[in-house]
C-alpha cells in the first residue's frame, strides 16, 4: 500500500504503465528525514517558495529571499519564523529546474553591515496613514513618496528600488 499515491494518482499510473516505477520510486526515494546532502543544499540557497493555506483552503504561494544561508530558523530583522516539522522528504527531479544566473542581489535583503531600506511599496502615497508606526514618515527620509501607478511603473520594468 502507498503512503504517497490515492486512487486517482494509482488510476493514472495504470492508465499509462506507470505504477511499478512509481512503487520503485516511493521506495527508494522517500525518507523520513533530511540528511546531510538535502541540508547542505537547503542551508546553500537564497530563495525558496512558502506555501500556505488560508482557514478556507485557498493557497498562496510566496517567494522569499535573502542573501545565501538565509534559510535557518533565526534571521536578522524577521518579525515572524516558520517552523517545519519534516515527516517525510522527496527529493524533486531536477529535469525541469532552470538553471539561473543571478544579476543583482536585492537592496532590501536585510544585511548586519547596513540599514534595510524601507521596501519600494511602502512609499506609495496613498497607504501612508495604514502603514505600521515603525514605518510612518520613513518614506520622506527614504526618497519621497510615490504614487501607486509610478510603483507599478517600476515593477514592471523591474527597476531595483521597487
Not at 525518507?31 to 500556505?52: Q, V, Y
Not at 519534516?86 to 539561473?100: A, I
Request: charged letters at 30%.
Amino acid at each position: 500500500m502507498s503512503r504517497l499515491y490515492g486512487a486517482q494518482q494509482r488510476a493514472l499510473q495504470d492508465r499509462f504503465d506507470t505504477r511499478r516505477i512509481a512503487d520503485k520510486i516511493e521506495a527508494l526515494a522517500i525518507h523520513p528525514e533530511l540528511g546531510d546532502m538535502e541540508k547542505a543544499f537547503i542551508e546553500s540557497r537564497d530563495m525558496f517558495w512558502l506555501s500556505t493555506i488560508d482557514e478556507q483552503g485557498r493557497p498562496t504561494v510566496s517567494y522569499k529571499g535573502g542573501d545565501p544561508g538565509f534559510v535557518k530558523a533565526q534571521f536578522l530583522e524577521a518579525q515572524l519564523v516558520v517552523r517545519v516539522a519534516v515527516t517525510e522528504v522527496w527529493p524533486n527531479c531536477p529535469r525541469y529546474v532552470h538553471r539561473y544566473q543571478k544579476s543583482l542581489r536585492s537592496r532590501y535583503v536585510p544585511r548586519t553591515q547596513c540599514e534595510t531600506p524601507l521596501a519600494g511599496w511602502k512609499r506609495i502615497d496613498i497607504i501612508q496613514d495604514d502603514l505600521p508606526a515603525a514605518d510612518q514618515g520613513r518614506a520622506a527620509k527614504e526618497g519621497g513618496l510615490v504614487t501607486i501607478e509610478e510603483w507599478f511603473g517600476k515593477v514592471g520594468v523591474g527597476a531595483d528600488d521597487a
